[in-house]
């Protein structure tokens, strides 16, 4: 199965709090990621999150780490339609040189 | 300020025909890595680079060739295009693969076999 997996779409409306989900199976990941990918661009770090942290605020992001679960989420507060995008949730481990990515959760804005 | 460069953006090719996607960074990143993407899915890895003349297979190589004869360039080459290689095809570097590490991507091109 998948490394990583996320639900493929989320509606929200503007000025509301977006919370996107991401589920991994290797216990041995040491960083996790949130990419973002506007249409026709490619993908653009937003935020990442160490495995010895259980939380990371940065502005509107929160990255909030759930390790027992291998649960990752990211909310972004008051959002906005310029955040209508596809989120992908990544992870990096030991081992490995390479990113795996999820198949990433399209956020739509309503306004 | 050109970070990752891909050329082409758009390219139609016909089944059996060749190509090469142009792939250039210009940060002296060492780790450059080629990977595509199909609809509804998540970036697969195809092929990956520490640096110039070494280069290592990704998840789904089959089909593929690259080389690495300088820091700057990473080419990706398809020598006989089928069908289920119609994807877009991102080229990304770092510095390196360390976590924290910000892994810079290009615009993509988009491949049409048929």
């Given at each position: ?23 991994y199976?290797d216990s041995s990941s040491t960083y996790l ?15 990442y999150i160490f495995s010895n942290m259980d ?10 780490l759930n390790k027992?679960?291998k649960?990752l ?18 992870e990096m481990h030991t ?17 | ?98 976590g924290g ?14």
């Open positions: 199965g998948e490394d990583v997996e996320q639900s493929l779409f989320l509606s929200v409306r503007e000025g509301d709090s977006s919370v996107i989900n991401c589920t199976t990621y949130w990419y973002k990918q506007e249409p026709g661009a490619g993908l653009q770090l937003l935020t939380m990371k605020q940065d502005q509107r992001l929160t990255v909030l027992k679960d649960h989420s990211l909310r972004i507060a008051d959002t906005q339609t310029g955040d209508s995008a596809i989120y992908f949730c990544a081992g490995r040189r390479a990113l795996t990515f999820g198949s990433g959760t399209r956020l739509q804005v309503q306004p | 300020n050109a970070g990752v460069t891909q050329t082409p953006k758009f390219r139609i090719l016909k089944i059996g025909q060749s190509m090469t996607l142009q792939c250039a960074q210009d940060m002296n990143h060492n780790y450059m890595y080629w990977y595509r993407q199909d609809p509804g899915m998540g970036l697969k890895l195809i092929y990956y680079s520490v640096g110039a003349g070494i280069t290592d297979k990704g998840e789904v190589p089959n089909g593929y060739n690259v080389s690495r004869s300088t820091t700057e360039d990473f080419p990706l080459r398809l020598e006989l295009a089928a069908p289920s290689q119609t994807s877009v095809y991102f080229c990304a570097s770092s510095f390196s693969p360390e590490t910000e892994a810079f991507f290009g615009q993509g091109t988009r491949l049409t076999v048929v």
